[in-house]
């Protein structure tokens, strides 16, 4: 049982580039999230979908999209990264159904923009 | 103000001590609180739930007060392997939105 997987584990951008940031989760979840952490900031809600076909922004939206692919899936877009972006992100997913029970979260991807 | 707010870190404790963490929620529509543990930069990994009335896990004690919007976290006989991050967490009502307090740094030293 894989739980989260995400990918890729790091990468290196220039400004203005873009990426997408891979997410999926064989948990059969319905919510799935996006965070960014940085230091001292603690892990800041970028992006979430509390079910397949929707989604809502979080704290930190811009500079981001994302695409609730299907049930499985969640991807982070970076349209053209920025050195602000520079971070450490980690997808997330839990059952809103059941709300008492725990969120699983991917290993993170860290990414630096220069 | 943020949503979900921490006592500052770090906190530096001799092994043996007991130590707490204070969490602030400023949103009543909350519904489920949890802590969490991050070690070293990786993924966050549940800790326990956190219950109205109260619950313990062994050393671990955690207590919710919906009055005045808190919960709490108590660590009692403090071991070198609880060194980490111990970040609040609150989920919202509408939406299942998770939303994470910025943690605080746990430091046990020998």
């Known amino acids: 049982n894989a739980g989260v997987t995400q990918t890729p584990k790091f990468q290196v951008l220039k400004t203005g580039q873009s990426m997408t940031l891979q997410c999926a989760q064989d948990m059969n979840h319905n919510s799935m999230y996006w965070y960014r952490q940085d230091p001292g900031m603690g892990l800041r809600l970028i992006y979430y979908s509390a079910s397949e076909g929707t989604t809502d922004k979080g704290e930190v939206p811009n500079g981001y999209n994302v695409s609730r692919l299907n049930k499985r899936e969640f991807s982070l877009r970076l349209e053209s990264a920025a050195p602000s972006q520079t971070s450490v992100y980690f997808c997330?997913?839990?059952?809103?159904?059941?709300?008492?029970?725990?969120?699983?979260f991917g290993q993170g991807t860290r990414l630096t923009v220069v | 103000r943020k949503e979900v707010e921490q006592d500052p870190g770090p906190f530096n404790v001799p092994e043996g001590a007991t130590v707490a963490f204070n969490c602030t929620y400023s949103n009543s529509a909350s519904q489920s609180f949890f802590w969490y543990r991050q070690d070293c930069r990786k993924e966050p990994k549940l800790l326990m739930s956190v219950y109205s009335s109260g619950n313990e896990d062994g050393r671990f004690t955690a207590q919710l007060n919906r009055a005045s919007q808190y919960i709490s976290l108590l660590i009692r006989d403090s071991k070198l392997s609880d060194s980490a991050t111990y970040l609040c967490v609150v989920i919202y009502n509408q939406g299942g939105k998770l939303i994470f307090g910025q943690g605080t740094e746990l430091s046990v030293k020998p």
């Open positions: 997330a997913s839990s059952d809103a159904r059941d709300r008492s029970i725990e969120a699983f």
